[in-house]
């Protein structure tokens, strides 16, 4: 089964749940306050607030009020290193016992869920120590928390050609038989990145899988034969981060966005920064190769490793730091992180609408802008069921010159 593939949500014993799910009061970005109605993982009807009820079938599995929460459709992780994630803290060689990456995978899964990315694209590095010790671990961890989000894998092996490369493609070959779904790799690690590149292309178009490449793109030469090959391959070709783009001169770097948006290769950013070598930080040129055409989303990178020991995996860190540094609008921005991210991992539309699938992420505020700054308060609905919530309050003490006054309570309690 597809990794991408949408199911309804399941009861404890296993069987469809037919009773609905009701979201009631809150905003859209558009200011309606509005009641959501979910069934069967997708959004039966939306209505003006206090208008919807249990709906045909009569049941009504819950009820939750989010009155003072803005509804949107739940952001996508599209670049993430789940198997080296969370491993700032270690001390010595990087461990890859399947137990321990395991927990570190699952741990890190869990709070991007808990951000509001119910579908996550993890890179697992494939060959040299680890073998597909890796990559077993990681798909574990997909089977592991299947219901609660959706979990790919790209296999990353790191040198494919020559007689080096052998053992590497022959591991990669063995990674989508165990379950990767996603042909990747590093082609700027091998010695003849072309080849490597030729060499993707042609498993993916053998498997019929999609393709995504960790690169920086900072060779325009390279940049433009990787577009040439590319162009036609079906399911698609993703780059990222491509930070390099941003260091090349701004007329080469248009004209490979213009290349990179004819052959149809979308771009994953990582406006975080800090998802590869400490001399590679920055970001892809976001709004040069938007206007150029092409399909560009956002993802977190490193979470908490040596690349970026600080790194938050969230995805509404990522659209604010898009809007605040790049001048994107907020609507703009988070849509990178939500469709424009869905669409890149190949999964379906959402939208806050009827007949679209329940992934959804409500957050304190009533205005996205507002949102993006301060999203501490957070409720996540994968496949028409809530899977995660975040509650945060802020307290203040009394003042000092004025002991009988109370103080704001910021924030509110948990919805019911």
């Known amino acids: 089964m597809p990794d991408s593939q949408q199911q309804p949500p399941r009861s404890s014993a296993g069987q469809t749940d037919p009773a609905a799910f009701l979201l009631c009061g809150a905003r859209l970005t558009d200011g309606r306050a509005v009641d959501v109605r979910l069934g069967g993982g997708r959004i039966e009807a939306v ?8 709906g045909a079938s009569g049941a009504l599995a819950a009820k939750v009020n989010l009155d003072g929460y803005l509804l949107l459709p ?89 007689a080096a490369g052998a053992d590497g493609l022959a591991m990669l070959r063995d ?12 082609p700027d690690a091998d010695p003849d990145p072309t080849g490597y590149v030729e ?17 920086d793109a900072a060779d325009p030469a390279r940049l433009s034969r990787l577009a040439a090959m590319a162009g036609g391959l079906r399911p698609g070709v993703t780059l990222g981060p491509c930070a390099g783009l941003g260091r090349l001169p701004s007329e080469v770097a248009s004209r490979a966005a213009d290349q990179l948006a004819a052959a149809g290769v979308t771009v994953v950013c990582v406006p975080q920064g800090g998802c590869g070598s400490a001399d590679r930080r920055g970001t892809a040129p976001v709004r040069l190769l938007r206007a150029a055409g ?13 690349s970026n020991p600080v790194g938050r995996g969230d995805p509404l860190e990522a659209a604010y730091l898009l809007a605040s540094r790049h001048g994107l609008r907020p609507e703009d921005a988070y849509d990178m992180v939500s469709c424009t ?72 309690g948990e919805p019911s």
Not at 367 to 394: D, P, Q
């Open 175 to 186: 990674a989508l038989k165990m379950g990767a779904s996603v042909v990747g790799g590093c």
């Open 294 to 306: 092409v399909r560009v989303a956002a993802g977190s990178g490193a979470l908490r490793d040596t």
């Open 199 to 215: 060499l993707v292309l042609e498993l993916a178009s053998e498997h019929g899988c999609p393709v995504d490449l960790h690169t």
């Open 74 to 162: 739940a952001p996508a992780e599209a670049h993430a290193h789940g198997d080296t994630a969370l491993t700032a803290d270690g001390d010595g060689p990087l461990a890859y016992d399947d137990k321990e990456i395991q927990r570190r995978a699952t741990e890190a899964a869990l709070l991007q869920l808990g951000h509001g990315a119910t579908a996550l694209r993890s890179h697992v590095r494939v060959g040299d120590v680890q073998g597909l010790d890796a990559l077993a671990a990681v798909l574990q961890v997909r089977r592991s928390l299947r219901g609660l989000t959706e979990l790919t894998t790209v296999a990353m092996p790191r040198v494919l050609t020559g």
């Open 341 to 412: 991210a869905r669409a890149a991992l190949g999964l379906p539309e959402v939208r806050v609408e009827a007949g679209f699938p329940a992934e959804l992420l409500a957050v304190r505020g009533d205005r996205l802008a507002g949102a993006l700054s301060l999203a501490y308060s957070r409720i996540v609905v994968h496949r028409g069921r809530v899977v995660a919530r975040t509650s945060a309050v802020r307290e203040y003490c009394n003042s000092a010159t004025d002991p009988g006054r109370e103080l704001p309570r910021q924030g509110r």
């Open 47 to 54: 209505g003006t607030a206090g208008s919807l009820t249990a």
